[in-house]
């Protein structure tokens, strides 16, 4: 409808501001390039240059990176290189992430002026098979009868872009094109086709646009339209809000293409970026069939050492919900009125805000600190209730220089989401897509940790091992009015526990060559299905061919 285009303008208006301002100090002028998808190696390359003090400037609470912002922050990395000196303890191991990124954006560095390391092709072809296989259900996610989601959860597959893999033997092939189209304008297509044999016999295909998006680029705003994903927060997988658990959302975008210093007082906030969408959640597992996901997103760096972000997302509108007036849904979509509003709610709709932040110390062996807070209410009457029971946590550490060459990098997260996260009663389908959840697949009512050792082999292979456990709960709850309202358990039922590690090796693949992903993972679970003696051996296989055309 016409005033949905008119609500997202005025978001954008007031939610990026200063878009059309480069940073402060820029020489190059941008010009516009497709998104990367979001688990593309180039991200992790990214992080481990930034731990290590290579870029100065870097906002990893909002991806995935362009290819223009991605091939920016390795020049940085270039430069930054060039000013460590050969004698460096982990300068070769530099030289060859730097090599691999060097490689994979040949054509944005080529527009940088900096020298590529190859001839390349304006037009980017890639070629994804693979194969998988697992012995690992999937179950719904209960009611807690304080709201209801029509999730379905499988940790074990979980945070691959939403590909859809069976209980049993999955093979698919992803193409991926794409490229620009002069200086404003650039695209990608991304179809998958899939051919499926499930454990309970017979077989399903299916063919569908795994993603593609169109970007214009008009001064430093990114204009964004089509099936694209967006991933928020500090973690590797992404946020609470929004990770790479869901596939491409049907969107409109609206987004900062270089990070902006603000004017006047503001600028000691530092380099900053912006995002403001509008999606189309579409039909499977949806109260209300195409009801919108509204999101706006602000990252700051107040110092190359510190990022700090702040997000909102509301959940609202589809055919037959409740209806708003323009002023209303403008009003719902702002946040900013909840903070003095605890006792009503503006509209009908389902809520999620979010702050986190990380703290960089590249001398202290890549030491990298980070934390996140998504509170599904706002109700500062009940703060400890409101933080913990209806709010959700990620905290992490990680050290990107385990070793003094930088070969091994070390990963540790701790998880807990609350009573009501990605659950609600009027979008009783709860934030998903797809039945996916957007964010963390602990879903509602858990708590979890999980550790990663990441090895660089050499500049082609590496390897990383995973452990995670995690508990689920299911209990029953009753909301009890009063001033503050609380939450009153009414029964107890069986934790659902889980056991989990998984071994990765890739081999990346150079232009013109091909790749190779083998993974494989187990999963002890106890009390399935929140059964009392129910377990679960479950197991998963994978192999990835990838191919990049020159």
């Known amino acids: 409808m016409p005033y949905r285009a008119l609500v997202l303008l005025l978001a954008g208006a007031l939610a990026c501001p200063c878009v059309l301002a480069a940073q402060e100090g820029a020489q190059e002028s941008a010009k516009a390039s497709e998104h990367l998808q979001p688990l593309d190696p180039v991200h992790r390359d990214l992080d481990r240059l930034a731990a290590w003090g290579l870029i100065d400037t870097i906002l990893v609470g909002q991806r995935p990176y362009s290819r223009a912002q991605a091939a920016r922050m390795t020049a940085q990395a270039l430069r930054g290189r060039a000013a460590l000196g050969a004698d460096a303890p982990y300068a070769r191991t530099a030289d060859d992430v730097l090599a691999r990124l060097s490689d994979r954006l040949a054509p944005e560095l080529d527009a940088l002026g900096v020298a590529p390391t190859r001839p390349f092709s304006p037009l980017r072809r890639e070629a994804r098979l693979e194969a998988t296989w697992t ?35 999955t093979t698919a092939l992803e193409v991926e094109v794409g490229g620009a189209l002069g200086s404003h304008l650039a695209g990608t297509l991304r179809p998958r ?26 001064g430093n705003l990114g204009v964004t339209v089509g099936r694209d994903h967006v991933v928020w927060g500090q973690g590797p997988r992404g946020g609470l809000a929004l990770s790479t658990n869901p596939g491409a959302l049907l969107l409109a975008s609206l987004a900062t293409e270089r990070p902006v210093v603000l004017p ?6 530092g380099p900053s970026t912006y995002q403001v969408f509008l999606a189309d959640l579409g039909t499977e597992g949806q109260a209300f069939d195409h009801s919108q996901l509204f999101g706006w ?18 959940q609202s509108g589809g055919d ?32 999620v805000a979010g702050l986190d932040a990380r703290v960089r110390v590249p001398e202290a062996r890549g030491l990298e600190l980070w934390v996140e807070l998504a509170l599904d209410d706002v109700d500062i009457d009940r703060f400890k209730s409101m933080i913990w029971e209806d709010g959700s946590w990620n905290v992490g550490v990680g050290l990107a220089r385990l070793d003094a060459a930088g070969r091994l990098g070390l990963r540790l997260e701790a998880h807990h989401t609350g009573l009501r996260m ?33 090895w660089e082999l050499d500049g082609r292979n590496a390897l990383t091992l995973e452990g995670s ?36 090796w890739e081999r990346f693949a150079a232009a013109g060559g091909v790749g190779l992903r083998v993974e494989g993972g187990y999963e002890r679970v106890a009390n399935f299905d929140f059964v009392d003696g129910g377990a679960l051996h479950n197991l998963m296989m994978r192999a990835v061919i990838v191919a990049r055309l020159p």
Do not use: C
């Open 264 to 269: 006047g007082p503001l600028r000691h906030l």
């Open 469 to 504: 456990v995690e508990k689920r709960g299911s209990d029953p709850y009753v909301l009890v009015a009063g001033t503050p309202y609380y939450f009153a358990r009414l029964g107890i039922r069986p934790k659902e526990t889980r056991w989990r590690t998984r071994a990765t």
């Open 135 to 169: 012995d690992s259900p999937t179950r719904d996610v209960p009611s807690n009868q304080l709201g209801s989601s029509m999730a379905r959860i499988n940790p074990l597959l979980a945070y691959d872009e939403g590909r859809g893999v069976v209980d049993g033997t």
């Open 320 to 351: 037959g919900s409740p209806e708003a007036t323009l002023r209303e849904r403008i009003l719902d979509y702002l946040f900013f009125p909840d903070l003095f509003s605890s006792d009503r709610e503006l509209i009908s709709s389902n809520k």
């Open 297 to 314: 997103r602000l990252s700051f760096l107040p110092s190359r050492r510190v990022e700090v972000g702040a997000e909102f997302l509301v």
């Open 422 to 454: 990605y659950e609600h009663f009027d979008f009783s389908g709860g934030l998903t897509l797809e039945r996916r959840l957007l964010g963390s697949e602990l879903g509602p009512h858990a708590n979890g940790a999980s550790l990663a050792l990441d």
């Open 193 to 218: 086709a899939q051919l499926a044999w499930p454990r309970s016999g017979g077989s399903d295909a299916t063919l569908e646009l795994a993603s593609g998006h169109a970007r214009v680029l008009l």
